[in-house]
């Protein structure tokens, strides 16, 4: 059985691809949804997007690195799971030479990149191998995930074999005490499946919360964190909404980047847009240095012990 022991002991650990951590040990800032390297372009059934790729270890390094030293960003999460083109062995080099820690995610994203056997698998046989990788290690590697996630569904609603999937992580978050992230335009659906598992709504992030903008209320009093990514004006309105609402302790932030095109090299805002765009503008708004710090630093930490 893999380590549950991560999240009931006195001190409990955040898990990243160089091994288990002290929340108080991350010093900084935390991106709670990334991926640092994916490769999305074909998938079945679906067209092909030669944007759906990022595979630039040297750079996504670099700009990590800078931050490090800027912004003091202690910590990313990385969800590129099964099927999304992860590779843990460019994640250990990443953090080695960026001097962030970085958790890994495991877990199946959505039918189109889910592997053929998995979208005939049971619950029980979906269960058992997330709890593999939980406990053996990511890709041949000794790296092990300290996140189930991201899971997600491609369409409007969640086919049957992606409600498996989304039961799965579930069932495995229970047993490993691993959080999970979610990512899908109807997150109340997901949610829903989850709590439905028995999951505690705490461990539970829902990014792309979807149009209806009731969604992060809800998601919010359910007990479940929002993570709000693509940080424009209209994430900045929904931020200061939950923020109003007594919901900073459910709110995350992340810059969300997921293509080549994304990162600072080819002319995107980089894993930095978070903080050099976002972050001054809730503080135009008024927000304080102490909410901002509880929303960057203290709420995805607490996600990712799965303390209340």
Not at 89 to 106: E, F, K, N
Not at 179 to 196: D, F, K, N
Not at 218 to 228: A, D, F, M, N, T
């Amino acid at each position: 059985m893999p380590e549950a022991s991560l999240v009931t002991r006195e001190a409990p650990l955040v898990r990243t691809v160089s091994g288990p951590c002290t929340p108080s040990s991350v010093n900084g800032a935390v991106l709670p949804r990334e991926h640092l390297r994916s490769d999305m372009r074909w998938a079945a059934g679906v067209l092909s997007d030669p944007h759906r790729w990022l595979d630039e270890e040297q750079e996504v390094t670099r700009e990590l690195c800078g931050l490090r030293q800027s912004d003091r960003l202690g910590l990313v999460v990385e969800l590129s799971c099964i099927g999304m083109g992860r590779d843990a062995a460019s994640l250990a080099r990443v953090t080695a030479g960026s001097r962030v820690a970085v958790v890994a995610g495991t877990g199946f994203f959505a039918g189109p990149f889910t592997p053929s056997w998995a979208l005939d698998a049971d619950v029980d046989a979906l269960t058992r191998h997330l709890l593999t990788e939980i406990e053996d290690g990511l890709d041949g590697t000794s790296a092990r995930p300290g996140v189930i996630g991201e899971i997600g569904v491609w369409g409007d609603e969640p086919t049957p074999a992606e409600e498996r999937c989304v039961a799965a992580a579930a069932r495995a978050s229970l047993a490993s005490g691993l959080p999970v992230a979610t990512h899908h335009r109807g997150g109340l659906t997901l949610l829903e499946i989850l709590l439905g598992e028995g999951l505690p709504a705490h461990r539970v992030s829902v990014a792309d919360a979807g149009t209806d903008p009731s969604a992060p209320r809800k998601i919010v009093e359910r007990g479940g964190y929002v993570c709000l990514t693509s940080l424009g004006a209209d994430r900045l309105r929904q931020a200061l909404d939950l923020i109003d609402a007594g919901y900073a302790h459910r709110l995350l932030l992340s810059s969300g980047l997921s293509k080549v095109s994304e990162i600072e090299r080819y002319g995107g805002g980089g894993y930095s847009h978070l903080f050099r765009t976002f972050l001054p503008r809730l503080r135009e708004a008024g927000i304080s240095e102490e909410t901002i710090s509880q929303i960057t630093h203290d709420n995805p930490l607490r996600w990712l012990t799965c303390m209340e």
